[in-house]
């Protein structure tokens, strides 16, 4: 008798985990990217699909946003746990700081690498050492040669200071606060989140699928203009991540 | 010899070419940048971003046929990415349901943002909610007080980061 009432309890406390708050910011997630999210994180998207040249499009953006969406899910549930969006986001602050200028800098190195202007022996002077940790690691994140590196850009990049995210993180600690137990504060947190994170796909998708038509891809004038856009981004997010 | 002299002129005219079409293309980019920008926010700006509050000094009124809203929000100076605490008052209308607030950007869409008010009493409603950072660098924002019922009445003013 008491098991058939903890399941029933259980099975009422699973229901609850379905909040009404998932489709809302599926769709403001799907509307913000429209509006938002294609000035903000569009020349990043841009220069990844010119960073990848012939090769397929779909896995690395797939990563790309899956990295971006495990981010969003992650801050989501720790907000949910804390139910405080101001002390969450005070304590991430430098964080992002961080994440902006080090997203400006890959993006430049991204740039001078696929321009060809700069070689990585003079990015990184005469003690350049090819077979160095941190010269590898920043060869193969500027080269791509593997889709599965856009997945960790992907999680960098979902650490980006953004309006419309914090106002997804700040519903998704109102969603915490008003949870029965902290388990359920964490899943609700998580869940607003992705599914703001996975509203932005379409439109992210859509830009990546723009710059990646092959008529576009064959003009070097293109690469140069892709090039330049990544530096003046890069620079820009340095910038902004130095004053924020 | 001659050959290598006029690889290398032929190489710095290559080069100044290739500077010159950079050149040529970074001030197409840059203008399209910019004509991009004034299109997308031109709109917005034109229609919206009239400052018609300093929450910043005090309590703000605006009026809406016969309903008068009043807001204040502390504490002051009204900072953004900190609780802030929204006190209305209404005259000249009763609401049907409780008065919310919607908060964003004239300029940018932001998600939904909704402070909800509790009634404390003689058209007095009190509720706590967050204005959050633009890292664009845009300050302006507005709340959007909604009398169920009865209409709503839009507050613009600038937030400090």
């Known amino acids: 008798m008491l098991a058939c009432r903890d399941r029933e309890r259980l099975n009422l406390s699973s229901m609850s985990f379905i909040d009404p708050l998932y489709p809302i910011f599926i769709a403001t997630g799907f509307a913000v990217g429209f509006g938002h999210c294609i000035g903000m994180c569009g020349p990043i998207v841009v220069s990844l699909s010119l960073n990848l040249k012939d090769k397929k499009f779909l896995i690395p953006h797939l990563l790309y946003n899956a990295g971006r969406v495990v981010t969003y899910s992650l801050l989501g549930g720790v907000m949910g746990a804390t139910g405080s969006f101001t ?73 980006l200071p953004c309006g419309p995210v914090y106002t997804a993180l700040l519903a998704a600690a109102g969603a915490g606060m008003k949870a029965a137990d902290p388990f359920e504060a964490v899943i609700k947190g998580m869940g607003v989140m992705m599914c703001f994170g996975l509203g932005t796909v379409p439109a992210l998708f859509l830009i990546a699928k723009l710059a990646d038509m092959g008529w576009l891809k064959k003009r070097e004038v293109i690469y140069r203009i892709g090039a330049l856009l990544m530096i003046s981004v890069g620079v820009y997010f340095i910038f902004k991540g130095i004053r924020y | 010899m001659k050959q290598n002299n006029s690889a290398r002129g032929k190489q710095r005219h290559v080069s100044t070419a290739g500077i010159l079409s950079l050149a040529v293309s970074f001030l197409i980019l840059i203008g399209i940048l910019i004509i991009g920008c004034w299109v997308a926010t031109k709109p917005a700006m034109a229609a919206d971003t009239i ?98 019922g009865s209409g709503e009445v839009k507050f613009i003013f600038d937030v400090i980061y």
């Open chain 1, 87 to 159: 002390l969450v986001a005070s304590h991430i602050a430098g964080m992002q700081k961080g994440a902006m200028i080090f997203a400006g800098i890959l993006i430049i190195i991204m740039g001078l690498a696929m321009s060809g202007w700069i070689s990585f022996g003079k990015i990184f002077g005469d003690s350049y050492n090819a077979g160095g940790f941190v010269s590898k690691g920043f060869r193969r994140l500027s080269q791509l040669k593997s889709p599965a590196a856009y997945f960790p850009i992907g999680i960098l990049l979902g650490l």
């Open chain 2, 51 to 148: 400052i018609n509050c300093d929450a910043h000094k005090g309590i703000c009124s605006q009026s809406s046929g016969d309903l008068t809203v009043s807001l204040e929000i502390t504490p002051r100076p009204v900072k953004a990415m900190q609780d802030l605490v929204f006190r209305v008052s209404i005259e000249g209308a009763s609401p049907a349901k409780q008065p919310h607030i919607d908060l964003g950007m004239p300029a940018m869409k932001m998600g939904p943002n909704q402070v909800a008010l509790k009634s404390k009493g003689q058209g007095t409603y009190e509720g706590t909610g967050v204005i959050v950072r633009c890292p664009s660098g845009k300050r302006t924002w507005f709340a959007n007080v909604s009398v169920p």
